[in-house]
């Protein structure tokens, strides 16, 4: 009996959460892929300078995996980031990403339910008025910042140190860290990532205006006229 | 005494904070690697 009762549990746990799992298990096996392969790239590159092949812990533990994993991070979440903060002041007709015209900016307490305006099971500090109800207003787009410039500056440290000790293996001088964050090469694998996620969000958000996907939330209903803008249903 | 938690609560709470710990683990890791200067 309490077998069934278990089993219902996870059942419910792993339909309730099948987004957040989902994700999460092809991120693992995707950086586990990464990591198999990179780790091969990188001992026949050591192979081919005569250098020693290092162990596979060692690779993932090294500024050159971290590196490879940490500038594609940086650029996700600035995407996500400046999507949120765009999409509360810019609008596009049509789409179903963009607020519908005419309802840019912060908007009201009443629209957004916070002081007065809020419910009974509203968070707490939806409810309080001042730097608390700033803070939780803004929580989502701060974390993300934090998590947006943790990970440029992993990026740039761990680059920085690969570089160096390509550096030393060529008999070459090494370089500051902030020479290194102004370098051609940092500006490169930066901006080379970022220039994708521009890509992907801004036509995505056009695509949307014309194409659908039946029970996506991503998109308007299918019988949903190409004017709508906004996810009103 | 606080009643307990229903399970969906408990649910959500771990999911938030399983993606924060293993987002702030990782950056924390490879910025100390970085810095450190690696084993590479």
């Known amino acids: ?54 162990g596979f812990w060692a690779y993932v533990t090294s500024s050159n995996f971290g590196n490879a994993v940490m500038e594609n991070w940086q650029s996700e979440y600035l995407q996500f980031l400046l999507f949120m903060l765009a999409t509360v002041w810019l609008l596009q007709r049509g789409s179903p990403e963009s607020k519908p015209i ?31 109800n700033w803070v939780y207003s803004n929580s989502l787009l701060v974390v993300m910042a934090v998590i947006f410039l943790g990970s440029w500056f992993a990026q740039s440290v761990t680059g920085w140190t690969d570089f160096n000790s390509e550096q030393r293996a060529h008999g070459k001088a090494t370089v500051s860290w902030l020479s ?15 220039q994708s996620e521009f890509l992907a969000v801004g036509s995505f958000a056009v695509l949307a205006i014309y194409l659908r996907q039946r029970g996506s939330p991503e998109s308007k209903p299918v019988g949903a006229p190409h004017k709508t803008t906004g996810t009103e249903r | 005494m606080n009643a307990p938690l229903p399970g969906y609560v408990r649910d959500m709470r771990l999911m938030f904070f ?6 702030t683990a990782s950056i924390v890791f490879f910025s100390i690697v970085g810095l450190t200067h690696g084993w590479d």
Request: glycine share 10%; net charge neutral; no cysteine.
């Open chain 1, 180 to 194: 290194y964050v102004g370098s051609a090469r940092f500006w490169e694998s930066t901006l080379q990532n970022w």
């Open chain 2, 18 to 23: 399983t993606w924060i710990a293993l987002i």
């Open chain 1, 1 to 54: 009996m309490a077998g069934t009762e278990r089993a219902g549990r996870v059942r419910r746990f792993a339909s309730e959460n099948s987004l957040s799992l989902f994700f999460l298990a092809i991120f693992l096996a995707a950086l586990v892929g990464q990591a198999i392969a990179g780790h091969k790239l990188y001992n026949q590159e050591q192979l081919a300078h005569d250098a020693e092949p290092i």
């Open chain 1, 102 to 132: 005419g309802e840019e900016g912060a908007e009201s307490d009443r629209k957004q339910r916070v002081g007065g305006w809020a419910g009974p099971e509203a968070p707490q500090w939806a409810r309080v008025r001042g730097i608390r």
